[in-house]
Every structure is written in C-alpha cells, then in structure tokens.
C-alpha cells in the first residue's frame, strides 16, 4: 500500500531529524495504532450480527493484527504529517461510526 | 520511513528485536520449559517419589472423593476452597488441597496440597515447599518482583514487538525458501544471519501461532474496550457470560451443611459418560453459597468445552454445564489452548517444547547478529587501540548474561530446590531468589568485564562449561536427595522422572559442546581479525558457494554451535 504511485512520486524530505522521526512514529503507533485498534473493536462489537459475548470476542482477537498493521504502517510512510493524521482521521472516522451505529 | 518499503521493514526489524530481545529471550525460555511445568513440578517434590504414584481407577472415584471431603472437612473446615485432585498421567497421585481464604491484598489464598499414600490409608503431609514448575509458568507471563498488572502489560508490549518484528522479518527475508537449505559457517555475520534465518523459518508458524495467541490468553487485559462498551463496565457480568462456571464468590457468611459430593458421581456420569476425572472442587465448602464442580479430564482434546460441571454445595442440585459453545467461542477457545498445549501429549509437548527452544535460537541468534556486525564496524579502530562503543559492549553484556545466564539459573534452581534446609522459612521464595541470583552474578561479571573493555568468548565458555557441569550433576543430586536414582526410577516406570533426567544430561551434552566450540573456532571473535578475512573472501558471488577448507571441516560444528549455543 505504500507503494503506490502517489508516494512514489513524493519527493523524499528530510523534514525531521532521524531521531525526531523515530519519536513521532512510535508515538503515533502506540497511541493512534491502539486508539484504531481499540475503537474498531468496539464497533465490531456493537455491530456484528452476533450474540452479544461472540461479537465482543470477534472484535477483541482480531484487534491485535489491526495494531500490528498500523505499526507497520506508520513506520513506512515516508511523510510525516501522513504519520499523524492518518490515525488521527482513522480514529475519528472509527468513532463517529460507533455513535452512528450504537 | 526509509527511502523503500523494505529498508524501513530492515529497520524496524533490528530495532524492534534489539528492543525487546532479552526480555523475549526470557519470555521464550520460560515459556518452553513451562510446556513440562507439571513433570518439574513432581521433580521438584522428591517426598512423592517414592509410593504415591498411582493409575486413574475409575471404580474408586467416589470412595476416594467421600475420603477426601472427611479429611478436608477435618484438617481445613474453614477453607475458601477444596480440591480433591484424581491421578493423571502428568500428575500421578491422588491428592486433597486446600486454599486459605486471601489475605489483604491477596488475589488468591495459600495452596496446601496433602497426597494419598499408594495404600490409600497414609498421607504425605510434609511436602516441601517449592514453586516447581510454576515458577517458570507464572515467570513466562507475570515475570517476577514486579505488581502482576506491570508485568502482563510489559509482556504485552514485548509480544507485540515480537509480532511486529516477525511480520517485517518475512517481509525483509527475500529468499524464504532458498535460505532455507543454505548455511555458510565460519564466515561470521553471515553465519550467524543463516542460523537467524534457520531457527526463525524453521519453526515460523509455531513463532507465529505463539505470539499471536500469547496476545489473546490476556486480550482483555489488553484490549478490553469492546467489552466494557458491551457490558457497560460491568466486568463481572461479561465474566460471567464468558466463563459462567469458572465465576468465583466469596464464601457467604451463613452456615449451612456441605452436600455429599460423592453421590453426584451418577449425575456427572449422566452427563459425561464414563469419563475421567480431573478434580472435584469445593468453594465455600459448609457455606450457604457453596459450589461443588467437577472437572473433565480433557487431556486429548483441544477445546476445553463443556469440561466443567456445578452443582450447588448445599441441595446438590446442577447449576451449570460448563462454557458456552458458539463457534466463536470455541474459536477462542483453541486458540488458547494451542498456546498452552493443554491437550497435547508428551510427544507433541516434546515438539512445541523443541520449536520454542528454536525461538530462543532465533531471539539470541538476532541479537548475537546484531553485536557481531557492530564489532566489525569498529574494527579498524578498535585494533588502533579504541575502546568498543559503549552500545556494543553494553549488547554483549546482555548476551552473555541472558543467554549463558538462563540456562545457568536453572541449574542454581534446581539445585536450590534439594539443597536448601527443608523447614526454611519462605522456601519456596528463596529458591526462586536463587535463579534471579545467578542471573546478577553473571550480569555483574559481564558488567565488570564491560568497563575493563576486557570482554571475550573466554567468559563465554567458562560460563557454558559450568552450565555443563550443573545439568551433568543433576540426576546425581536427584538420586542422593530423594533415594530414587535414574535406573530405578526405570525399573519402577516413572518416566517422568526419567525424562528429566534425561533432558538434564542432554541439556549438559548441548551446553558442553557449545563450551567447547567457542574456544575452538572464531567464528564469533570478529574482534581478533578471523571473521573480516572470511568475510572479504565471501564478499565475490564466486567464492560464495565454495567452501573453504577450513570452513569445510567448521561446517558441521559450527552449525551446531550457533543454534546449540543459543537455544540454551
């Protein structure tokens, strides 16, 4: 997914210092990687078509590989203001779906 | 975060590894010994070597079961709870335990266990107090000296990194298949990368299953949001919608006379059949709101389901048939289970045992890797008289102290286990204060050999050989303290005995051979010039293939070394 054209043709800008960057993704992982993790269990709780304990069980296991992704994720983005504004979109996005749907 | 996506995928593997790698290392060894923590567990209690073992007979069950709640009922009427605990094949005895009622700030109360003589009228009641296998099990997920909840989110955070770790190894390792039929020996960082490689691919599935599953045993710990919005916070409602049989009360403040657990037998046997028993359980036993369970013996089977059933303790009457069953439970279910191996036998053990020995290959391996490539980085000025960057020599320090440490703690465990006074005080805690010491000595050497700069493979081997020396002595400590020696024990069929032994001796042989194999090649001393001149030579394609004849003789040897010497 980090491959696409559009990132490809983004010219490379050492916009942060290598240790700044490291900071910023770890954060961005640890917090916005969890909060995506953490709300999309949530939404598959409240709206799977389960009983309430299988939806809840469903959406609690897969939300390590969501956690996972996300890392993988924001440490390969090259941009990054992408870094922190995709999970910061995702979380929003998540949780406006939880109250629409709950 | 690197110009491609496959030097960030590099990057974050080595930082990722190197980050959490001696804690994996710990996590990993711990985990695999805890694969057999029933067997050390019998190791550790020598005054049931002799006389206790027995078969499961179904015929005695509720003879046994009316003893056991006569002599409960006796020793320990005010109880939280009771077990009355049937033979198994991992656990060969008959026994009846009781826990005290927790103390302030106790989760669980003390557990005191009484075991069944053979004949059926003795009891052994003067059990030394040990840990045995538990320790390592309670070490592998709650590690030690620390609040529980810390540590299970430390853990946590250590199998993510795993996790993270193992996805962008696959990603980074180009020739999955190819690396796997290749190791160049004696050509330093390179061999060391193709033991990474070997143990890691190896065994891939398993690292993966493992860690995955690690993060669901405690998943609502870790991730309990879905939950608490379903059950708006109410733990103990989705506790007891996950777990109905397992919920726990606290024992009520009213009398009342315990049922007869014996005559629930017919009633278990309505349900399940002529099953084995594992345990009767009694919570609150002469209290109003008691509950007798009984536990399926369910050793083959991979999920746990329906293994339980309840009776209320007062009018005898069922309260529950065990989990529920929904396919998603039952998913989770197995995936638990394929994590702690509950239904395996002693042969499939023995192979996850062995895979997670290969994960500790793989954790030291990475990180020996890691220490190897800065060393010869720094060469040229560490040979005009530099000292090793302070990164470097604080890596090997941990090497050392991790991966020849653990396997030495053990051994100072074991042998803490038979030699300290059987009536001390906090026994139990002393032998495991034991391990964490041989772990500080080895540290606190590496620390001092690490400012003096005088680090070397010497340290290494000095440490491996007395490894050897521990798991070489140990079935002969074993026979002096509890009068039952390896051959007896094979003549009397006690083949878990045996299999300690056995894996002892083995484990000397291993951790010897290692010893011997660092004093002998340098094909981890890239500090003495050996590993950049094979090195130089394996840099054109053309030599690459070839082996030298040098490297031809290490070949098998030093294979051996690197995954005997980490494994251990």
Redesign the interface.
């Known amino acids: 997914m ?2 696409s054209i559009s990132q490809r043709l983004t010219p ?1 800008k050492r916009d942060l210092s290598p240790r700044a ?2 900071i910023v ?1 770890l954060l961005a992982s640890l917090f916005g990687g969890y909060g995506v ?3 999309t ?2 939404l ?3 709206s799977l078509p ?12 897969v ?3 969501l ?2 992704m996300m ?2 994720r924001l ?4 941009s990054h203001l992408r870094v922190v504004l995709e999970p910061v979109a995702l979380c929003s996005l998540l949780y406006g779906l939880t109250l629409v749907l709950g | ?1 690197k ?1 491609t ?1 496959f030097r ?2 590099t ?2 593997h080595t ?1 990722a590894g190197l980050a959490v790698c001696w804690l994996l290392l710990l996590i990993f060894f711990a985990g695999s010994l805890s694969y057999f923590r029933h067997e050390i567990s019998l190791w550790s209690k020598p005054e049931l070597h002799q006389a206790v073992f027995q078969d499961y007979d179904q015929r005695q069950v509720e003879q046994q079961i009316t003893k056991g709640q006569a002599y409960l009922a006796d020793k320990a009427p005010d109880a939280a709870s009771w077990t009355i605990s049937f033979p198994s094949e991992r656990k060969p005895y008959l026994s009846f335990g009781w826990a005290d009622a927790p103390k302030a700030g106790e989760r669980r109360g003390k557990f005191h266990e009484h075991v069944v003589n053979q004949d059926g009228q003795q009891m052994i009641t003067d059990i030394r107090d040990s840990r045995g296998g538990n320790f390592f099990y309670r070490l592998h997920f709650d590690l030690h000296y620390l609040p529980v909840v810390a540590a299970r989110w430390i853990v946590g955070l250590a199998t ?1 990194a795993m ?2 770790a193992l ?2 190894g696959v990603v980074i390792h180009k020739r999955l298949f190819k690396d796997f039929f290749s190791f160049r020996p004696a050509k330093g960082s390179r061999s060391w990368l193709d033991a990474h490689n070997v143990s890691a691919v190896m065994a891939l599935p398993y690292h993966l299953i493992i860690t ?1 599953t690690g ?2 045993t405690l ?2 710990m ?2 309990p ?3 608490l ?3 708006d916070g109410d733990v103990r409602a ?1 506790r007891a ?2 777990n109905p049989a397992r919920i726990q009360e606290k024992p009520g403040d009213t009398q009342a006379p315990l049922f007869d657990a014996a005559r629930l037998v017919s009633q278990v046997e309505r349900q399940w059949g002529i099953a084995p028993l594992k345990q009767v359980s009694i919570t609150g036993p002469g209290r109003d709101n008691s509950r007798i369970s009984f536990t399926l013996n369910s050793e083959q089977t991979v999920t746990d389901r329906r293994n339980l059933l309840v009776f209320d303790g007062v009018t005898g009457e069922l309260k529950s048939l065990g989990n ?1 069953e ?4 039952k ?2 279910d197995t ?1 638990m289970s394929l994590h702690t191996a509950r239904f395996a036998d002693w042969a499939l053990r023995g192979l996850f045992f062995l895979c997670g020995l290969l994960g500790c290959a793989m954790v030291a391996t990475g990180t020996l890797l890691w220490a190897v490539k800065i060393a010869q980085k720094q060469q040229k000025a560490i040979k005009t008289g530099a000292r090793p960057s302070i990164g470097l020599r604080l890596v090997d320090g941990l090497n050392i102290s991790f991966i020849c440490g653990l396997p030495l703690a053990t051994a100072g465990f074991f042998y803490a286990n038979r030699l300290l006074p059987v009536d001390m005080v906090d026994r139990a805690q002393r032998e495991v204060d034991l391990f964490f010491i041989t772990l500080a000595v080895i540290a606190i050497v590496a620390l001092w050999d690490g400012l003096r700069c005088t680090q070397s493979w010497r340290r290494w081997r000095q440490w491996l050989a007395l490894s050897a020396l521990a798991f070489a002595a140990l079935p002969l400590l074993g026979a002096v303290t509890s009068g039952q020696s390896l051959l007896s024990n094979m003549a009397d069929n006690q083949w878990t005995l045996v299999g300690f032994d056995m894996i002892s001796l083995l484990s000397a042989l291993a951790l010897g051979f290692a010893a011997r194999q660092v004093s002998r090649t340098k094909l981890i001393s890239s500090r003495q010039g050996a590993t950049s001149r094979l090195n130089s030579k394996s840099a054109t394609p053309s030599t690459a293939n070839t082996l030298t004849p040098r490297a031809a003789v290490n070949k098998k040897e030093s294979r051996d070394l690197s995954l005997e010497e980490a494994r251990q």
């Open positions: 980090n491959t490379i960057s490291v993704r993790a953490a709300l269990t949530v598959l709780a409240q389960l009983s309430r304990l299988d939806a809840v069980l469903v959406g609690t296991m939300s390590f590989s956690f996972a890392i993988i440490f390969s983005l090259r | 975060m110009e996506f960030s995928m990057w974050l930082w993510m996790l993270i996805i962008s995955y993060l669901i998943m609502f870790f991730m949001w879905g939950a919005q379903q059950y989705f919608d996950l529920p929904s396919v998603t439970y998913t989770y995936l």
